[in-house]
């Protein structure tokens, strides 16, 4: 009994610790203060103010998100893809043949134009070429490995270190106002959930993502589940919403994106008859991070962003509304 | 300051509170000290308990239910049936034509032998009669309808009292324990989630269950999911555990079953090295319950059965572990 009142102690004195750092401390240090930031503010204050309209039980706060993005960046090309062309390199010695096609050829040559010129049904042979096989568990692996291992191209740092800081204080910020965070996202689920629990505080179990066909085998008596070459489904656009039902079942009060791929899922929270919030990162710092929308191969954000205006969502300008992008631009200082 | 040092005084009280209780009441009373029981405790003490090898930590513990004939009765037809076969009968007078369909009839005259000897496409393709066209918050709106109204035909109780008074404390133990609670379960998820938070706690996030393909439209401005008749997933024998790696992501460390259905599931629960339990509920109890297994039209156990005690799971003898079967029993005492 001694040491459940003592663990109760430590209860109390953790909730009397936190009580004075969330009245003391910005919960968005990262955020200029802008009318962004006081957007993102007001309606977690609505939300969560008990005998108001607005209120929303702690259970209905559903939040999802974008990855590619939105969390981290989709340029020069998006991380799930920068992976598979590094197991395409990884497994080439086994396939000679690969050599004379002219897909693999562009892979393993580093040219991106003929990558990103192929049909998506071709580069998605490609993601099924990597998985096929294997098993979930000997994949999400190869995912671990390369996450501690793998370099961004244009900053040398690892692809784990490339996380939108504002965003990942965005993330805290609403789990400790009782928020549920969801990725919701274009991107392979088995490739996100390996490292999302490390980066973004993110359990497996809140990632809906595109994924693959798997098969269930007894190997030496154990279960296991071997990849398929098929698409099973594909969490982009409208697809989303379907996710959403499909994975979560409620109506999300908060989404954040930045593209259209987006666009239904901003519609869905932007949809709630009370305090909501539909976020849209645009990517407009040239300097310390990409400037691109309407006409972008990766991310286009064009009839999103015309709604994004005519509807009155939440716009984030990356560029001044951001003090820095990443964390290790901190300790850079 | 003051509310927030309020609030963490009301933090440590209850804590205090729950620390006294949990160490002095039974937290399965339902349950009669057998094996079973046992094995329940000593596997959620073991894995609770810091620095020993099986200790396992609270994001890990994921645990997964099946729904009918595990949480709560399948005779003399599942409830997602029952659910279905009222819909048709409320729906049938807008449709004289059904009358004259041998398998409408036999529904609309509770001719369940009729009903059960169809194929199995034919009444999936009744489920998809009731779902196409609604969206899924006017289906979810009947599903709720029903829940407060129907009554099961053996015991005149409202459905939603048929659940496993065992059970429900089991979860509730796994959850004061750190557990994540799932159901996985053959039945469908838009029916089990609108009231599955209200009779098991478990919220719709975490019920894994078969489903109906949905379309995204705009209706009014605002988005909405229709139903299409067309099935999406059927979440039963090994299809559960590619469910279970598709929406959670993670291994569960226990699983809780009733039939062969579930038998790929709790094989998968075995296949964890340290403490893990696979639980099979087996129904013996004909006079306070149904007694069936090996031949059963629902919920056949049999494959499972045999697995189960070549491998040593927890098979629950209902008749002789379980004090009462529902809550309502103790009001009746």
Request: net charge negative.
């Amino acid at each position: 009994m001694k040491s459940l009142l003592m663990k109760s102690l430590i209860i109390v004195l953790l909730s009397v610790n936190t009580a004075f750092a969330a009245s003391a401390v910005d919960p968005l240090p990262s955020w200029n203060d802008t009318a962004q930031k006081q957007a993102i503010i007001t309606f977690v204050e609505k939300v969560t103010k008990e005998g108001t309209p607005n209120f929303v039980p702690p259970a209905e706060r559903i939040v999802t998100f974008d990855n590619d993005g939105t969390l981290w960046p989709e340029n020069p090309t998006y991380f799930p893809q920068a992976f598979t062309i590094d197991r395409i390199k990884a497994l080439a010695p086994q396939h000679p043949e690969w050599k004379e096609q002219p897909l693999f050829k562009a892979v393993l040559e580093d040219n991106l134009e003929t990558f990103f010129s192929a049909k998506s049904e071709e580069r998605f042979a490609l993601e099924g070429i990597v998985r096929a096989g294997y098993t979930t568990e000997e994949f999400a692996q190869f995912v671990k490995d390369w996450s501690v291992t793998a370099k961004h191209p244009k900053t040398g740092r690892l692809y784990k270190e490339m996380v939108y800081q504002p965003m990942i204080e965005l993330l805290t910020y609403l789990r400790a106002n009782g928020f549920k965070t969801f990725i919701v996202s274009g991107g392979w689920s088995d490739f996100i959930r390996p490292w999302a629990e490390e980066v973004y505080g993110i359990p497996p179990e809140q990632v809906v993502g595109s994924g693959f066909k798997t098969q269930f085998e007894l190997r030496n008596g154990k279960p296991v589940l071997v990849f398929l070459p098929e698409i099973n489904f594909i969490a982009e656009g409208p697809d989303k919403v379907i996710g959403i039902n499909q994975y979560i079942g409620r109506r999300p009060i908060a989404s954040c994106g930045n593209s259209d791929g987006d666009k239904e899922m901003l519609q869905l929270a932007n949809s709630v008859s009370g305090a909501h919030l539909a976020l849209l990162v645009h990517h407009t710092d040239a300097e310390r991070e990409w400037a691109y929308d309407r006409t972008s191969r990766m991310g286009r954000l064009d009839k999103a962003l015309d709604e994004a205006r005519e509807k009155g969502w939440t716009v984030v300008d990356m560029k001044n509304d951001w003090k820095i992008i990443y964390a290790f631009e901190k300790k850079l200082k």
